[in-house]
């Protein structure tokens, strides 16, 4: 699977932004899928992670209650809708697949290109 991150851009804290990732390839809706994240300065860490039919979503403590992730397995999509942004929230937001453990960035195996989210005070 091959993958393709949209939608970042430049918002005021407590705003909202809507990410997409477009899949390409005939596993797509056989494979977990998620968003990881990475600031200035730290590591890559999890946001949010959906099974392959969308039945078990995860997310990091960080945005639970302000972040939903989505698929469309009929179109080859991945969603993040992303609600009351924080300052910290700003970092490159990556769309990932095909995970060994959701919580750790690096046994994801497949990668898209980020996308910016920057959130001014």
């Known amino acids: 699977v091959q993958l393709q991150a949209s939608g970042g851009g430049l918002v005021q804290d407590g705003g909202s932004l809507r990410l997409s990732c477009a899949g390409s390839?005939?596993?797509?809706?056989?494979?977990?899928m998620g968003w990881l994240r990475q600031a200035p300065g730290k590591e890559r860490e999890f946001v949010a992670g959906?099974?392959?039919?969308?039945?078990?979503?995860n997310y990091a403590d960080s945005v639970k209650g302000r972040f939903t992730i989505s698929r469309d397995n009929t179109k080859n999509m991945v969603f993040l809708q992303m609600n009351s942004l924080r300052p910290e929230d700003t970092a490159t937001y990556y769309c990932?697949?095909?995970?060994?453990?959701?919580?750790?960035?690096?046994?994801?195996?497949?990668w898209g290109q980020g996308t910016q989210v920057t959130v001014s005070s």
């Open positions: 390839g005939r596993t797509f809706g056989g494979v977990t």
């Open positions: 959906i099974s392959p039919k969308g039945t078990r979503i």
């Open positions: 990932a697949a095909d995970p060994t453990l959701l919580a750790v960035p690096s046994t994801w195996r497949v």
